[in-house]
């Protein structure tokens, strides 16, 4: 009988999924962001919050991932973007400080015994009313990921009749020396 | 300016592209160019399946190292070219697809044939693109050319509706595409090359790995000046089988599942794995774990994502092997305790099969092997594919002459491949070693082969069986044999002389030589079918002593 063989099942040590943060500079042309989540949907992991949209540069655009990845496939995924021909510039939140923020954007029922309860809330996290319907009101709210879960918290209990968020934008912390804006 | 038909603009800038061949079948979408080939000094090669057409500029672009062209329509057209470019993708070799598309206004209504190839090649493409108006046809070919060629190469699709093929525009040669987010990094790092260089001068018993990035560099002649400074012995991927020439004594053979004992052993007892364009793929090293303890590893590669990609890397290099490799040698010899360094270099005992006066693989590929020609060999994918990387060790074999789909495993690749590497070098003799299942996949090409009067010389390891499944099934399977075996119902001879070829059907080792002579002479392709006795396993290679 032939030895049986040593077999490779996994090319990546076992890792847990953390969130990871990836921010890229692209050209403006189609197909980017089509080949973009096809380099991470291959690998079996999921985008959490995807976003982009044009910079000070003209055709320059910027898209900011939010995803559920392991440190070595986050690697390999990173790379690849990287090798991706529209692609200028792709940089990962691995070890850098960043700042993180986003915007709520809620209709609740509306009626004018929640009035003061809802116009709390709006006054206490510097909502803004943008619209107000019959039976509905249309609030944005802005602020860190933390924050915004901490107001959704809140004001679920109203009754949601739709809710959209914006998605994570991404700003590290401190440019380096020299860069231009 | 003139006005031109986009049809006229593509094969313009085709021919200013030095293309003088193309491998296409035409259908609807694709026509107006059809219409417009006669007045172009390009040769097109009728192919009789849009696979084959993309493993022949696959094998064009493998031993000419120029880019391949392949053409066909939308739809089904451009779906059966798939498989064709995931071959070249995964062995890196440049080739530019052109698919036929609906008509703009039909786009995205499952209009007749149509398919979003765009959509479809996006993980097997270097790149890819709709063009949507006549006037990007120029930019966008030359920077597919540009692309494919350029860095580590690849296919690069271009997807062309029918309607912009027809539409006039204004020709003007010059315009040049900007990639801006594209640089693909040729020299390699000072630092990095320093580094590498202290390792060597340091290492006890240093090898080096040598992968397919080797031939498309062009840096065979580093490789073994760098191997002879070092005293170290070289070994190879399945990929890198033609990067060294055989007469190199202390080329060690292929690493890997079914690699020879020697680079094995070398690889077990080396302190320096030097890799150089080898991207460390699971067959190569068998387990990951147990790869990665071995030594101390330099890594060079022109595509940084190779870099650590499998295994943990020591001293990655990002840049083309034959710039890195000049440099590192420089270096070397400033330093006179390189010198010093002369040992007695382990010297390759080429494996030979024990004859048994049986007609078996390894002994059939050991007799054409013998025959020392500087023939373009070309495999299929099997059994018979590993016993000829390990047993077809002719001193005749130039470099990137060995045409093998490694990454992919296309069944069916080396008639087509055999075919577009003979169209680069019509002085060459082509000898393809495939089995009866492989060349079955795309057994109608020997038409493509008689109509275009482009010779190979075709030997079938016919076993009537599956034969690595049949091994596969022998070693995980306990022996159980299902659905690999072949009836004695294809008589391989007569197919050919139905298409207007002729061949040998051999069924005793004494008449192989002869027959292969006989095929090598004819000015037309020949057929030799011979019938395999021996079931025989291709040895495993492992870490365990």
């Known amino acids: 009988m032939v030895k049986k063989l040593e077999r490779v099942l996994r090319i990546y040590p076992k890792e847990d999924e953390q969130e990871f943060t990836i921010s890229i500079l692209c050209e403006n042309k189609p197909g980017v962001t089509a080949n973009v989540s096809n380099l991470i949907s291959r690998r079996g992991f999921n985008i959490t919050s995807f976003i982009g949209a044009s910079t000070q540069t003209e055709d320059v655009y910027k898209i900011i991932i939010k995803l559920m990845a392991t440190p070595t496939g986050l690697k390999g995924i990173v790379k690849q973007i990287a090798k991706l021909i529209n692609i200028i510039e792709v940089r990962n939140s691995f070890n850098e400080e960043f700042l993180e923020y986003e915007m709520l954007l809620v209709k609740l029922k509306y009626s004018i015994e929640k009035h003061g309860d809802i116009l709390q809330v709006v006054n206490h996290y510097n909502g803004e009313i943008v619209d107000l319907h019959e039976g509905s009101i249309t609030i944005a709210f802005n602020g860190t990921p933390e924050k915004v879960e901490t107001i959704f918290a809140l004001i679920k209990p109203f009754g949601c009749l739709d809710v959209v968020k914006s998605g994570i934008a991404v700003m590290r912390k401190y440019e380096d020396d020299g860069a231009d804006c | 300016m003139a006005k031109m038909m986009g049809a006229d603009i593509l094969l313009k800038v085709l021919t200013n592209q030095g293309v003088s061949t193309i491998f296409g079948y035409p259908g609807g979408a694709t026509l107006p160019i059809y219409d417009r080939l006669e007045d172009y000094n390009i040769r097109h090669i009728l192919v009789r399946h849009e696979q084959a057409a993309a493993h022949m500029a696959d094998g064009y672009a493998r031993v000419s190292g120029e880019v391949g062209v392949c053409l066909a329509t939308s739809g089904p057209g451009a779906t059966n070219l798939v498989t064709g470019i995931a071959t070249a993708y995964l062995d890196s070799s440049p080739i530019v697809v052109i698919t036929g598309q609906v008509e703009r206004r039909f786009l995205g209504t499952d209009a007749f044939q149509e398919v979003d190839i765009v959509g479809i090649t996006i993980p097997i493409t270097k790149h890819n693109q709709h063009i949507m108006s006549a006037a990007d046809i120029t930019p966008a070919l030359k920077t597919a050319f540009l692309l494919a060629k350029s860095g580590r190469p690849g296919p690069v699709l271009l997807d062309i509706p029918k309607d912009v093929l027809t539409e006039e525009t204004e020709y003007d040669p010059d315009i040049e595409a900007t990639l801006e987010g594209y640089n693909p990094i040729i020299a390699g790092h000072g630092g990095q090359i320093k580094k590498a260089a202290n390792l060597l001068m340091s290492a006890k018993s240093p090898v080096i790995v040598v992968g397919g990035g080797v031939i498309r560099s062009g840096a065979t002649d580093e490789v073994v000046e760098l191997s002879e400074l070092l005293s170290a012995p070289v070994m190879t991927t399945l990929m890198g089988k033609s990067a060294i020439p055989q007469s190199v004594e202390h080329y060690l053979g292929m690493i890997g599942m079914h690699g020879t004992k020697q680079a094995m052993d070398a690889l077990k007892s080396a302190d320096v794995i030097f890799a150089v364009g080898a991207r460390f793929g699971d067959r190569a090293v068998l387990s990951y774990d147990k790869f990665s303890n071995l030594a101390k590893f330099v890594q060079i590669d022109i595509d940084p994502a190779e870099i650590e990609k499998t295994i943990k890397v020591d001293i990655p290099i990002v840049g083309d092997a034959k710039n890195i490799l000049t440099k590192l040698i420089e270096r070397l010899k400033g330093d006179d305790s390189i010198k010093e360094r002369k040992r007695e270099l382990v010297k390759r005992g080429i494996e030979l099969y024990e004859f ?184 495993y290679q492992s870490y365990d002593k």
Not at chain 2, 514 to 532: Q, R
């Open chain 2, 356 to 539: 048994d006066e049986g007609m078996s693989i390894p002994s059939i590929i050991e007799i054409l092997s013998g025959m020392e020609g500087d023939y373009i060999v070309a495999t299929d994918v099997g059994r018979h594919q590993i016993w000829a990387a390990r047993y077809y060790n002719s001193a005749g074999l130039g470099t990137g002459m060995f045409l093998t789909s490694g990454g992919l495993g296309t069944m069916g690749f080396g008639l087509p491949a055999s075919i577009g590497a003979k169209v680069a070098y019509p002085d060459k003799k082509v000898v393809l070693i495939t089995g009866d299942g492989s060349f079955m996949m795309n057994i109608q090409e020997l038409a493509t082969s008689s109509q275009h009067n482009i010779p190979v010389v075709v030997i079938i390891m016919n076993d009537h069986h599956l034969g690595m499944i049949r091994q596969l099934q022998d070693t995980f399977y306990d022996g159980k044999y299902i659905e690999c075996t072949f009836p004695d119902n294809v008589d391989f001879v007569e197919v050919a002389r139905g298409m207007g070829l002729d061949g040998v059907k051999v069924t005793d080792i004494n008449d192989v030589k002869g027959a292969i002579e006989k095929g090598l002479e004819s000015d037309s392709t020949f057929v030799i079918d011979c019938i395999i006795d021996s079931q025989q396993n291709i040895p």
